[in-house]
């Protein structure tokens, strides 16, 4: 039997508890896991889940599913399915970015996502050198986007102009990192990406292999471009004061009340080594509270009186 911290076993019986309805009354009794594969430089953790209904689930993760046993007597049996159909989904949503990815390159991704709907249909040379301008598009429209944002940096007198990709692409990768080998490999991969689009624009015996070429790369840069930009944005990943680790994650308790305020009690543990930081109370906004409420719909309610007085704190000038 595999080791495994307690924030992980609590972050199995959350998942398996969140797919389980309410109304059955069952609940998660056992957690045992049973090993870890790597497959496709992606590993996968194995759970044995027991319910207090004598029911028993396999549970895997990167993406986390759940199997019942009854259906699939083997963990072999299980983690193949679990494979195929991480391979099918990811191939269905290849074309949707993430939510960060959404935020930072919506645009210019809408318009990637074209281009492989252009390439599902292609016959043609033709219909091949359409991909290459649709890849274009989207470059341009990522320089387009970003060209006036507040982390631009421009050194030269004179900004580029918005249709020379090749230089904006440098002048991202400058202001986005200074990390040398980041930031060299993105100018290079963004300025061999826009000749490639280019290229396969205009190449009257574009193949079917040269069009997948040029999306592919056109994908990178985008998911490239949104890397450099989440690192740019967010803090210094934290790091775990016992183990040195980084998979250090926020944890929070169940909505409290405190000295006449609700929240959360708030600390950081380590799934690693399982190392707290103390706790701290993070108090909710007015609204915050009551589209919870809303969403319970009953299952869960302050006190009356309690949802008074904060109605009396929010209306009261002075309780600021």
Known sequence: MAEMTQLEERQIRDYVDSQTPEESGDEVDIVQ???RRRVAHENHD???VWMTSGQRWWVITNMTNLYLQDDFKSL??????????????????????????????????RRYAGAVEALATAEEAEDFQAVGIRCRESLLALVR????????????????????????FGIFANSLTGNSKPRTYFKSLGERTWDLAVWLQHYVDASEIDAEI?????????RTFALL????????????????SYQVVKESSEVIEKDGAF??????????????????FDEWPRERLRRLIDYKTG??????????????????????
């Open 214 to 222: 040029v999306l592919g790369a056109t994908r990178e840069v985008l």
């Open 229 to 244: 930009h989440a690192d740019y944005s967010q803090p210094v990943e934290q790091r775990c004061p016992e183990c040195d």
């Open 46 to 48: 194995l759970y044995d």
């Open 263 to 280: 929240g959360t009690l708030l600390h950081d543990e380590c799934a690693a080594c399982g190392w707290r930081s103390e706790q701290s």
């Open 33 to 35: 896991k049973v090993g």
């Open 145 to 168: 986007d970003n060209i006036g944002a507040s982390w631009v940096r421009v050194h030269e007198d004179k900004p580029p102009q918005a249709a020379n990709a090749k230089a904006w």
């Open 299 to 320: 299952a869960w309610s302050p006190p009356r009186r309690s949802m008074e007085d904060l109605e009396v704190r929010d209306t009261d000038p002075g309780s600021a």
């Open 76 to 109: 072999d049996q299980a983690f193949t399915y679990h494979i195929g159909l991480n391979a099918v989904l990811r191939e269905q949503f290849a074309v949707q970015p993430d939510e960060e990815q959404v935020e930072v390159v919506g645009k210019p991704w």
